[in-house]
Nanobody
Framework: VQLQASGGGLVQPGGSLRLSCATSGFSLDEYDTGWFRQAPGKGREGVSCISSSGGTTYYADSVKGRFTISKDNSKNIVYLQMNNLKPEDTAVYYC??????????????WGQGTRVTVSS
């Protein structure tokens, strides 16, 4: 199982970014997938996740209405569209996969992080 995150960068407050997680070694309809983040000096926290069926999505309260998780099973890619970014969204974002993922609990497989910096 491999996960490769990309799409991070520097963006001004109010801007948008789309993160991508390219996966291999499993099918997206087998595992839940999600995004977690770790801000400087803080622990890792759940941001959003999507069920293996794609029928259920979860979001942390801090990102509801601004972030959207989606996936393309045919391309084996999971996306995180982030709009109206705020300085407090600054963090390293990690993609994650496993049999059961919630905002509060991660799966077994991690990708490397991609850094998002929101600053003017």
């Amino acid at each position: 199982v491999q996960l490769q995150a990309s799409g991070g960068g520097l963006v001004q407050p109010g801007g948008s970014l789309r993160l991508s997680c390219a996966t291999s070694g499993f099918s997206l309809d087998e595992y839940d997938t999600g995004w977690f983040r770790q801000a400087p000096g803080k622990g890792r926290e759940g941001v959003s996740c999507i069920s293996s069926s794609g029928g259920t999505t979860y979001y942390a309260d801090s990102v509801k209405g601004r972030f959207t998780i989606s996936k393309d099973n045919s391309k084996n890619i999971v996306y995180l569209q982030m709009n109206n970014l705020k300085p407090e969204d600054t963090a390293v974002y990690y993609c994650n996969a496993g049999l059961l993922i919630t905002i509060a609990s991660s799966g077994s497989f991690w990708g490397q992080g991609t850094r998002v910096t929101v600053s003017s």
